[in-house]
């Protein structure tokens, strides 16, 4: 789907979409098109129960003689609460709106909003920004959809006063929309396509945006001793790579160490010799899910060339049983030179970052690492598929997680660390086991990764194993792969570490 920015114009063909705020306030827009059409926008509403309640919509049919097919009047809400997100959501009720009419091209009218502290042209970039996101589909694999069956809009217009302002405000946000979509194919990819060497091959088409990748192999992975990633990756006949993306793009910066992003990349996870129950079992596609949005994002800080110095690792294995899988008791030396008894071959997402974690602050002396992995299923019975779990040894670094999670509407929400849970991994012949039993298991997991973390560096974690992935559709994040993190992560930064 194309988006264009341009002055309102009429007549025109295709879908015509315009506001009310709660209570029928018509916009200035839906105001002219009443008038136009005799008073049948007005009388659609009185025989409804449309009452412009935010995300409503209402469809009439244009009448005979004009070019347009319909006008859809769109509920805005009250104009007070009116904010990005809600501009957002607005632009993806429209996509979902029109994906089953035929019709190819439709214009979105945004007026200023009474009540609103937007801008009119912020409104329009952010109504352009939903629309994007939500138009997303991954359907490469489906050759024989039928074409009716298929979205059919082609361009959507956003017709606004001051088009070029509104054209400036969504640059960069097409850029991060562009991170985002990025990030949906490699998770929904399967896992015949998307393995270690290959996720590797998609960090390195990052290089044309400016983004230094460095790609490590086996042979280089052992000498570094990352016997905790190389275990998990042993039962495999794929490969696993480890990748190091670096985006320079504050080199005059007073501190020059970067902030830095680590995911969990394990391409399939069947849970190893603790074989998983096979019900369910392809959802391990997106065990990757934490490397995909640190990819993505790389791919949007390079885009919209934001002024940070940042590094991207991400630890690429695939979770196999075979005869050359590790076993359940065996115990493996980790690059940090901790010895760890791995007691459930499936709890291999903290083994893979442990090693990842260490090689990056090993290697580029970060002030602040954030992580990101599909980490545990106990963080989906704690916080269902809205929150992400939010760990950190920083409450600076936490509150911003939450305020920039609150603002692009992938909230986060912290958990608790401390001694009594580290304890439940101590093991009796090495310095620590991978599980700590049942209770608190995405607690326990983040104190695994805490043992990771060297004195003075700003940390946190993040379990979005609850969020990578969706069922339903939602206003901006269709149903599969959501890239849940990537917003975040930008946002975090713009407001963060950009300009510092
Ligand atoms: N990748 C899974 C966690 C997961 C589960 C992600 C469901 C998404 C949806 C992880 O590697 C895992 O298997 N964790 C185990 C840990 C247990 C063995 C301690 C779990 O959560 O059951
Ligand atoms: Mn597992
Ligand atoms: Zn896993």
Request: aromatic fraction near 6%; proline fraction near 4%.
């Amino acid at each position: 789907m194309k988006i264009g920015f341009s002055a309102p114009a009429m007549p025109r063909a295709g879908a015509i979409m315009v506001g009310v705020l709660d209570g029928g306030e018509l916009s200035p827009m839906a105001e002219r098109l009443d008038k136009a059409t005799d008073g049948a926008l007005r009388r659609a509403m009185g025989s409804s129960r449309f009452n412009g309640k935010r995300n409503q919509t209402l469809t009439v049919i244009a009448p005979a003689g004009s070019k347009a097919s319909r006008i859809v009047l769109v509920g805005l809400g009250k104009g007070d609460d009116f904010d990005e997100l809600a501009a957002q959501a607005i632009g993806g009720t429209v996509v979902a709106t029109l994906a089953p009419t035929g019709d190819k091209t439709a214009a979105v009218v945004v007026d200023a909003i009474t009540g609103s502290k937007l801008s009119t042209s912020v409104t329009a970039a952010h109504v352009a920004y939903g629309a994007l996101l939500r138009s997303y589909r991954f359907d490469k694999y489906r050759t024989k959809e039928k074409p009716e069956d298929k979205p059919s809009l082609e361009t959507l217009t956003v017709e606004t006063r001051d088009a070029a302002a509104a054209k400036k405000a969504f640059a960069p946000l097409s850029k991060i929309a562009d991170g985002v979509f990025f990030t949906r194919d490699l998770v929904s990819e399967p896992a015949n396509v998307i393995y270690p060497v290959t996720l590797a091959d998609q960090a390195r088409s990052l290089t044309k945006l400016g983004v230094t990748v460095q790609v490590l192999d086996k042979r280089q992975m052992e000498k570094l001793g990352m016997g905790a990633l190389l275990g998990v990756a042993q039962g495999s006949a794929q490969e696993p790579r480890m990748v190091a993306m670096r985006w320079d793009g504050a080199p005059q910066a007073r501190n020059k160490r970067p902030v830095a992003f680590v995911g969990k990349g394990v391409t399939f996870d069947t849970g190893g010799i603790s074989i998983k129950p096979a019900g369910g079992m392809e959802d391990m596609k997106w065990d990757m899910g934490g490397s995909g949005v640190v990819i993505g994002l790389m791919k949007v800080l390079a885009g919209r060339k934001a002024k940070v110095n940042a590094v991207g690792i991400v630890g690429l294995v695939e979770n196999m049983p075979s005869s050359t899988a590790q076993r359940p008791g065996d115990v493996v030396t980790s690059m940090s030179g901790q010895t760890v008894e791995v007691i459930n071959t499936d709890a291999e997402g903290r083994l893979v970052l442990g090693d990842a974690l260490w090689y990056c602050q090993q290697k580029y002396k970060p002030h602040t690492v954030i992580d990101l992995a599909t980490l545990t299923g106990a963080i989906i019975i704690a916080l269902g598929h809205v929150h992400a779990g939010l760990y950190a040894n920083d409450d600076d670094l936490s509150d911003e997680l939450t305020a920039a999670g609150k603002a692009v509407g992938e909230p986060v929400w912290r958990m608790p660390l401390g001694d009594d849970y580290d304890r439940q991994i101590n093991s009796d012949i090495a310095d620590m086991k991978n599980v700590g039993g049942r209770d608190g298991g995405s607690i326990t997991a983040a104190q695994f990764l805490k043992r990771y973390i060297q004195d003075g560096v700003r940390w946190a974690h993040l379990d979005i194993a609850g969020v990578t992935w969706s069922k339903k559709n939602a206003a901006t994040v269709p149903k599969g792969g959501t890239a849940f993190g990537v917003r975040l992560l930008d946002r975090l930064v713009a407001d963060c570490y950009e300009g510092k």
